[in-house]
């Protein structure tokens, strides 16, 4: 079974820092790419950014770009989120996803971790 | 940029009747379009991809349809758990969310 566990959220202030993990089971964790999707609450979905199976390639959202940095550790069937320079629009429940059909739809999604930038 | 268009933003609907949701590209994402649903307190649950292709373990009562630029979702007999928010999104380009259609019960 596919379980996305993230972690690492929490109350910060704005122009902080925080990092997000999220631990992956129940697949061959190094042979997909990894996503991150985030929802303001009670708001709409936004993807954020993702990172290739190996950890090569990363993309991110124009919102996020020179800010977040997504990486990955396959020893650790981990991904992380490293999130810089926060600000009140990056306040939201972050999902790490994937896709198993190695597209841009999302099978699994994680539970989230809510992030709050707040004073 | 692509813009997505869910409409409408509210859908009540009464339990057995059908529903009808639709999403509107603003240029053509050729069948790249899913349908999630969501209910509160939870991740959303993917239901269609490749606009007409159900998920794994997804009831046949939810079916999609369209291409290019207009999409619908319909859901045949609206059961109690079926009550929630339906977002579609198109991955034909840098993927995009619609607003959400929250159905709630007439």
């Known amino acids: 079974e596919v379980q996305l566990v993230e972690s690492g959220g929490g109350l910060v202030q704005p122009g902080g820092s925080l990092r997000l993990s999220c631990s992956a089971s129940?697949?061959?964790?190094?042979?997909?790419?990894m996503h991150w999707v985030r929802q303001v609450s009670g708001k709409g979905l936004e993807y954020v950014s993702a990172?290739?199976?190996?950890?090569?390639?990363?993309y991110y959202a124009d919102s996020v770009k020179g800010r977040f940095t997504i990486s990955r550790d396959n020893s650790k069937n981990t991904l992380y989120l490293q999130m810089s320079s926060l600000r009140a629009e990056d306040m939201a429940v972050y999902y790490c996803?994937?896709?198993?059909?190695?597209?841009?739809?999302?099978?699994?999604w994680g539970q989230g971790t809510l992030v709050t930038v707040s004073s | 940029e692509i813009v997505m268009t869910q409409s409408p933003a509210t859908l009540s609907v009464s339990p057995g009747e059908r529903a009808t949701l639709s999403c509107r590209a603003s240029?053509?994402?050729?069948?790249?379009l899913a349908w999630y649903q969501q209910k509160p307190g939870q991740a959303p649950r993917l239901l269609i991809y490749?606009?007409?292709t159900r998920a794994t373990g997804i009831p046949a009562r939810f079916s999609g349809s369209g291409s290019g630029a207009e999409f619908t979702l319909t859901i045949s007999s609206l059961q109690s758990e079926d009550f929630a928010v339906y977002y579609c999104?198109?991955?034909?380009?840098?993927?995009?969310f619609g607003q959400g259609t929250k159905v709630e019960v007439k």
């Open positions: 996803v994937i896709s198993a059909g190695g597209s841009y739809y999302f099978d699994y």
């Open positions: 129940g697949f061959t964790f190094s042979s997909y790419a």
């Open positions: 490749g606009a007409s």
């Open positions: 999104q198109q991955y034909n380009d840098w993927p995009l």
């Open positions: 990172i290739s199976s190996n950890g090569g390639s990363t």
């Open positions: 240029q053509s994402v050729s069948s790249n």
